[in-house]
């Protein structure tokens, strides 16, 4: 079993920033890659970033240049961080962990980009 529990989301103004973290606990050696979703209202879940075991990422088309996904290995912890935020980047983010068997969810974090 994986644990996962997201932080960071809240109101932002356009062009503003904010630092998702995701903390992983439970069986964390079984992970083999971590992504960040979201899902907008009345929109599809979408992938926004990815990283892997041995630190390879990957970032939707939507927010290269302005998103980027890390991680420390000491704190077990993924962030994703939201620079140059814009007003369709609000929706609910959500922090994935896939092994080989399953796929863990957090429970989300809103992040609200508005004036």
């Known amino acids: 079993q994986v644990q996962l529990v997201e932080s960071g989301g809240g109101l932002v103004q356009p062009g503003g920033s904010l630092r998702l973290s995701c903390a992983a606990s439970?069986?964390?050696?079984?992970?083999?890659?971590m992504y960040w979703y979201r899902q907008a209202p009345g929109k599809q879940r979408e992938l926004v970033a990815a990283?892997?075991?041995?630190?390879?990422?990957d970032h939707a088309d939507s927010v290269k240049g302005r998103f980027t996904i890390s991680r420390d290995n000491a704190k077990n912890t993924v962030y994703l961080q939201m620079n140059s935020l814009k007003r369709e980047d609000t929706a609910v983010y959500y922090c994935?962990?896939?092994?080989?068997?399953?796929?863990?969810w957090g429970q989300g974090t809103q992040v609200t980009v508005s004036s």
């Open positions: 994935n962990a896939n092994t080989l068997k399953v796929a863990y």
């Open positions: 439970g069986s964390i050696s079984s992970i083999y890659a």
């Open positions: 990283i892997t075991s041995g630190g390879t990422t």
